[in-house]
């Protein structure tokens, strides 16, 4: 069985698109406040920051396989 986290890694790692300390942070302040969360921390509860770093993560994952997928039919 494939652990998709360690392949998603895999592929943050080889491309460069692990999140960052400032990345993660303008992320978690730009989602507060959208939610109107009164601070981060509110909007975290009792989640980790490490949990939506590896949320960004996946989602970064997920994006760049999107723009760099070739499609072709059969």
């Known amino acids: 069985i494939v652990d998709i986290y360690v392949v998603c890694q895999h592929i943050a790692n080889a ?13 978690l302040s730009e989602e507060a406040e959208y939610y109107g969360a009164a601070s981060v921390e509110e909007y975290i509860g009792e989640n980790s920051r490490e949990s939506f770093r590896e949320d960004y993560m996946y989602t970064n994952v997920l994006q760049f396989l999107r723009d760099n997928a070739i499609i072709t039919e059969k």
Do not use: A, I, P, Q
């Open 15 to 27: 491309e460069g698109l692990n999140v960052s300390d400032e990345e993660l942070e303008n992320k």
